[in-house]
Nanobody, 127 residues
């Protein structure tokens, strides 16, 4: 069992930045691929970024490339999402997720591959 707790959400003006954190506890964190997803009202949950358990491989959805950065600190059992140049379209509840990965470089890009989810943190970007 893995427990995930997100933090760092809030209200920010367009062009601003936020850093989300996801603290994991339970089973060995470093053997899990991690991802950040978001869900806006009336829309499906979508992947934003993902990182392999080694940290060497990452994935970003097209709309956030160049603006968001995912990273992890296995010593602290924490994964981060640095979000810069935020836009109103980034407004959503952001979720952290963990999934078992067979390879240290595997990046999990679909939500069906994730086993554990956090409770979510609201990010609101005003125009």
């Amino acid at each position: 069992q893995v427990q995930l707790v997100e933090s760092g959400g809030g209200l920010v003006q367009a062009g601003g930045s936020l850093r989300l954190s996801c603290a994991a506890s339970g089973r060995t964190f470093r053997s899990y691929g991690m991802g950040w997803f978001r869900q806006a009202p009336g829309k499906e949950r979508e992947v934003v970024a993902a990182i392999s358990w080694s940290g060497s491989s990452t994935y970003y959805t097209a709309s956030v490339k160049g603006r968001f950065t995912i990273s992890r600190d296995n010593a602290k059992n924490t994964v981060y999402l640095q979000m810069n140049s935020l836009q109103p379209k980034d407004t959503a509840v952001y979720y952290c997720a963990a999934g078992r990965a067979l390879s240290p470089m595997a990046v999990l890009t679909t939500k069906g591959l994730y086993d554990y989810w956090g409770q979510g943190t609201q990010v609101t970007v005003s125009s």
